[in-house]
């Protein structure tokens, strides 16, 4: 079993950064693929971004390659989401999640655990 609590969202203006935190408890935080996904009012929660156990891969929708960046420290448990250049668009709950699979996916039904999410709101 593992938990995941994200922190670090907030609200700030278009074209500003947040980098967000996701950490984990257990001791095989290291064999998870872990991914990013988000949603906002009204719509499906879409991934966002993922990253191999061992930092070896990373993946990321077409909305937010070249703004976004996925990383882990495995000694802390914790996986980030550095976000820069945010647009209005990029508002939605944030979710950190968990595959306890080597293969990085973008299918929500195939990540194992969820945290609770963690709310980023980019005004103009």
């Known amino acids: 079993q593992v938990q995941l609590v994200e922190s670090g969202g907030g609200l700030v203006q278009a074209g500003d950064s947040l980098r967000l935190s996701c950490a984990a408890s257990g001791r095989t935080f290291s064999s998870y693929t872990m991914g990013w996904f988000r949603q906002a009012p009204g719509k499906e929660r879409e991934f966002v971004a993922a990253i191999s156990w061992n930092s070896g891969g990373t993946h990321y929708s077409d909305s937010v390659k070249g703004r976004f960046a996925i990383s882990r420290d495995n000694a802390k448990n914790t996986v980030y989401l550095q976000m820069n250049s945010l647009k209005p668009e990029d508002t939605a709950v944030y979710y950190c999640?968990?595959?306890?699979?080597?293969?990085?996916?973008?299918?929500?039904?195939?990540?194992?655990?969820w945290g609770q999410g963690t709310q980023v709101t980019v005004t103009v």
């Open positions: 999640a968990a595959r306890r699979h080597y293969t990085i996916v973008e299918h929500t039904t195939l990540y194992d655990y």
